[in-house]
């Protein structure tokens, strides 16, 4: 029953997604917001909607390590599998200063959410923080791909090729009320989904005798990594690059700043030595690994995705050992 339970909860969590995700990007669309930026927040937000809600949900079950384990292993799960497996049947490159932004945030996000989890636990001050920067984050973001109907106007130059319609984005967004109701009913699905995938994975992990933190880190964290891999896999399939980039570093940015923000909130994180060993520095070197994708602009070959997919399946091996 506790695997059924699993199943149950990550199946809904990725329908409500989907639910919400179009609700969401109809009210951004409604509101005057380019594609670009779109896809860089609203969907990467959207996305990263799973993590967030079981993040507060581990929360409330007592269980914040499976939070921690869930953000950092979707993290891990979004550089090496989300854009090494779609580059396996699609390989594709990214030249996109927009991109290229968000990915120095994310970076800079990473490496201060190491600090506080070396600093730990990660407390109700260290969430405030947190969330205070995606604020700001948000906020710039709003205030970069605002449409005021000229084009020449905005602060950045993004290209006509940027602009594109993605299958993730309605041809025609729905009417504000619908899209409310999309929000409410995806977000509704997204609450009832985490519960059941947080008590059956406490269920597999006491039964096996295995910490809530590996469980978040294995099973949580690949199942609510779904939503970006097919938003990725579309992406690279049309040759977006940037969109299946973008995904990502929106995705990664949320899951530090969004899902610990929120989950410190309700509850302290105490910090697994594991993490300090391990896990934490396996999300810093995939972080890394994505610099001469963005900043040197290095397409992602077949050969590299088989090597990202395949440091991702080292990965689980090692925790599968420890």
């Known amino acids: 029953m506790a695997y059924l339970t699993v199943i149950a909860g990550l199946i809904l969590l990725v329908i409500a997604g989907d639910i919400m995700i179009r609700g969401a990007v109809s009210i951004a669309e409604n509101l005057g917001l380019s594609k670009l930026v779109i896809g860089l927040t609203v969907i990467a937000f959207g996305t990263s909607a799973p993590e967030l809600v079981v993040g507060i949900q581990a929360a409330y079950e007592g269980v914040p390590t499976m939070a921690l384990g869930n ?16 580059a396996i ?10 991109i290229r ?30 969330l205070i920067l995606l604020g700001a984050f948000l906020i710039n973001s709003y205030k970069v791909g605002r449409l005021d109907g000229n084009q020449h106007t905005r602060d950045r130059a ?4 940027d602009d594109h319609d993605l299958d993730e984005l309605p041809e025609k967004p729905l009417p504000t009320v619908r899209s409310g109701i999309y929000l409410l009913a995806g977000l509704a699905g997204l ?21 809530e ?19 990725s896999i579309v992406a690279a399939r049309k040759n977006h690059g940037d969109v299946a980039l973008g995904n990502v570093i929106g995705s990664n940015i949320f899951n530090l700043y969004a899902i610990m923000g929120g989950t410190a909130f309700v509850s302290d994180i105490p910090i697994p030595m594991s993490f300090l ?13 994505l610099i001469p994708f963005i900043v040197w602009k290095l397409r992602f070959s077949r050969v590299l995705g088989l090597v990202f997919t395949g440091g991702y399946i080292i990965y689980l091996l090692m925790l599968g050992s420890s």
């Open 71 to 86: 953000a950092v292993g979707s993290n891990i799960a979004n550089i090496f599998l989300v854009i090494g497996l779609p």
């Open 89 to 98: 049947f699609y390989p594709f490159s990214c030249d996109n200063s927009e």
């Open 101 to 130: 932004r968000n990915y120095y945030i994310m970076l800079g996000g990473t490496v201060l959410f190491i600090i506080l989890c070396w600093l730990g636990p990660i407390t109700f001050i260290e969430g405030i923080l947190l």
């Open 158 to 161: 993004i290209s006509e090729d």
């Open 191 to 211: 609450i009832y989904g985490a519960k059941l995938l947080v008590e059956g994975g406490v269920i597999i992990a006491r039964t096996y005798n295995v910490s």
């Open 213 to 231: 933190a590996i469980i978040g880190l294995t099973i949580i964290a690949v199942g609510t990594s779904l939503p970006e891999l097919v938003t």
């Open 277 to 289: 060993h391990l896990d934490l520095w396996v999300m810093m070197l995939a972080s890394i690994t």
